[in-house]
């Protein structure tokens, strides 16, 4: 098992056992399978045991909570037999927001909601403008420049913040 890695999906073998896909970027091509047995074990494997044709309601729980989550730490509570098993988001997924010229979006590629903030970006929604955080502005110039100026992946900070895959 190995930090970093992200779900990809969820299975369920029988009522306690449970199978976590986790990869690596695609590029590396790297996965394994976490199988978690509750109340006798969790390993990792390279097989993917037999699975439930359809999986139960717990595993679909998991899936929409834990899926592309990033593995960010495993740890023991105490001396208990209870591991913790952070997953976060790691870096931001990022998103594609039309919206028209009132910035009610129009389309987007994904919801997105924060009830603890008090705001949502969905369709046919009003964008919410008082949660950007705004920053100086910069030129398309400024920007090209330095793009071919960086080294290739590089982030660049600044008053901005940008990724340059150019």
Known sequence: MR???RVS???DMNVKTYVLKLARAAEE???LFLLLESGSRFH?????????DVPSNFSLKLRKHVRTKRLEAVRQLGVDRIVDFVFGS???AGNIVLTDSKYEVLTLLRSHRDDDKGF?????HPYPMQHVRLRKSI???ELQ??????EPGAVLKSECHFKCDI
């Open 120 to 124: 949502a970006v969905m369709a046919r």
């Open 90 to 92: 790691g870096e931001v």
């Open 139 to 141: 030129t398309f110039t």
């Open 145 to 150: 420049q330095a793009c071919e100026e960086a």
């Open 44 to 52: 990792s494997t390279q097989v993917l045991p037999d699975k439930s």
């Open 3 to 5: 930090i970093g890695m």
């Open 29 to 31: 091509g790297e996965k």
């Open 9 to 11: 999906n969820i299975y």
